[in-house]
């Protein structure tokens, strides 16, 4: 049985060199030339093909003022978004919670309050009609002044085409509910992956994020995502690592909270009750409703205490 020598290093090296010649002789004729980096990072030249990496200094850039200025809602809620003390401009939110929290009230909520102070705000829906909006409107009349595109009535239009258009007009605020139907229904029509959807959903929400719209809007995104049987995250860890915070939207009980797990311009773990009970509107407050009741019940029992004319055994 013949057997064939192994090739030497000589030869090795000629391949390579002749390998490396024909992808240089390709990338000069699309017109991309090699690209130096400084000694001491990389040992020669770096040659990337159709990427033109850019090495940043920080105190070289320059911003546009308006970005750092935020949007504000009007209650307590402007005190958990940032630590300036609203929602920032270009920035994405996922807001997961439980099942019947009142995800979409509250955020619908948040989006009337940017837009009574001047901001221009638009509601995706992807699962609710206008019959289950209109009954919204009843009970909070502000909902009514959003503008709201409910993206099921163009089932037979690509999706994509229709976001694009609809973004085109250039928001401050865009509330999407949820991620994830929006995402299923590109998936649909354009018949590719679920990541492929996210993929194209989170680079249109990127893009709009610098003002890439026909009025320079630095755009902000809400989007609330479904959340598994145990409570966590629907979605890819690209969608996570390209949101600026998530929030959760919970129960304790019979009560309600909201509070960021992960927020690049605010508080984490800060949590904000609200309460759905009030008319025509939503009711927010950093104190525990529990720890009020606890201590309601202490001062009935102190109550109960001094008619006997007996001291609390816990003085």
Known sequence: MNTRKPMSEEAKARIAEGVRKSFEAKRLAAGITPINVPSGTVNGPVELLGIVPELVKMNELVFDPSLFVPMKIGNEVDALFSTLGGLTKSTNFILIGDPGVGKSTVTLDIISGLQGNGNKCLFISAEMDRTDLYLYVQRYPKFGEIDILFLPEYDEHNPK????????????????????EVQDSIKEFNKIAGNSAEKWLVDLMKSHNMGRNKTGAYTSFLCIQQVNKDG?????????HNTHGMMEIRFTGDDRYMQFIKNRKGEVLKKLYYDLSTPKDVSYSYEDPSASDEDDDEEDEERDYSKLGIRNSRD
């Open 232 to 240: 966590s995250f629907v979605g890819t860890n690209k969608l996570k």
């Open 161 to 180: 085409l229709v976001l694009e258009a609809i973004l085109e007009n250039g928001y401050d605020v865009v509330l999407i509910d949820s991620f994830i």
